[in-house]
């Protein structure tokens, strides 16, 4: 997979190119968009000992590194943001490396993503009649990012809403993995667009050549609007951790509903356990044993325990 684009930001001219021709674009001083597969390192490798000198450390090393900050070299600057998309309650997560400096932009990612994609749809349109400078690439993927996360964001709205009224319905206890999962998700995302951020927030104060002073602004706000999504997606885990309270209080009082009943059956039963019992006994000489009444008594006697208790239960609010 490899995508190269030549920008003439003069005559506002753009043309494909392909990675033998990268060196041309260079020395006519162009500008390069250039889009590889992280699985291609030699390539990823080749342009940018093209553009810049030989890196600090193996390429492979940085796409593996996975932080959440700006990382400098001495001829190009690197991060590493991710894509996002909620199917269910599992989150699908896609790295991509940006390398930036002069004369070129290149992105690394592993599978396919939808941030690259949108950029690839829309960069020609901005470039030709907005883009003034370079830094509209950084505009372009900051752009996407933002609306990536916020569709994974309302994915996320309505997988909770979803719970939430699974949680106050008919379900079982598969309900508690689709939350647990769902909350992990919820989790993983928050650290995903935090590290964004901190990226965004970093570049956006970052003296720094490769970095276009009129982006800025555009990525201060992104950073503030990355900020707010994170406090809604924290405030989405703990709407969903309250549901879960709130079910198992439900649960819970039911339980004591249910053991409540029990219990009064059983204050019922044990003066009766208690009668059946004394008279139960194998002694010979019972004196009640011998009345002709004797069990119609009994049953008289029971009744009225029965029906006192019930009587004074009702009264306490326990029927």
């Not at 372009?140 to 709205?157: G, I």
């Not at 008594?297 to 009264?315: A, E, N, P, T």
Request: include cysteine.
């Amino acid at each position: 997979m490899f995508f190269a684009v030549e920008l003439n930001f003069e005559t506002k001219t753009e043309r494909t190119v392909t990675l033998d021709e990268l060196t041309r674009s260079h020395q006519k001083d162009l500008f390069c968009w250039i889009d590889l597969s992280a699985e291609d390192v030699t390539s990823t490798e080749a342009v940018l000992s093209e553009y810049c000198a030989n890196p600090k450390e193996p390429i492979a090393a940085q796409l593996e590194r996975n932080i959440a900050r700006v990382n400098d070299a001495d001829d190009w600057m690197h991060f590493q943001v991710s894509d996002a998309a909620v199917d269910g309650n599992h989150l699908t997560v896609g790295p991509i490396d940006v390398f930036f400096g002069d004369g070129f932009i290149l992105t690394v990612h592993r599978h396919e993503s939808l941030v690259i994609r949108g950029m690839q749809e829309s960069y020609s349109r901005n470039f030709r009649y907005v883009a003034k400078s370079p830094g509209f690439l950084h505009f372009e993927l900051v752009d996407h990012l933002t609306r990536c996360y916020s569709n994974a964001q309302q994915q996320v709205a309505n997988r909770t809403e979803q719970i939430e009224t699974k949680l106050f319905g008919n379900t079982d206890d598969a309900i508690f993995g689709e939350v647990a999962t769902l909350m992990r998700t919820i989790l993983e995302f928050s650290k995903i667009v935090i590290g964004a951020r901190e990226v965004f927030h970093d570049m956006s104060t970052r003296l720094s050549p490769f970095i276009p002073q009129t982006t800025q602004p555009f990525l201060e706000k992104k950073a503030g609007l990355l900020d707010r999504m994170s406090a809604d997606i924290t405030t989405e885990r703990e709407v969903l951790s309250e549901s879960l309270n709130l079910y198992m209080g439900i649960v819970t009082h039911r339980t004591n509903h249910f053991v409540t009943r029990l219990t009064v059956i059983s204050a019922l039963f044990l003066p009766l356990s208690f009668l059946v019992g004394v008279y139960g006994m194998n002694f010979r000489y019972m004196p009640e044993l011998q009345l002709p009444y004797g069990y119609g008594g009994f049953w008289c006697l029971v009744v009225m325990i029965v029906g006192g208790l019930s009587f004074f239960m009702k009264r306490g609010g326990w029927l």
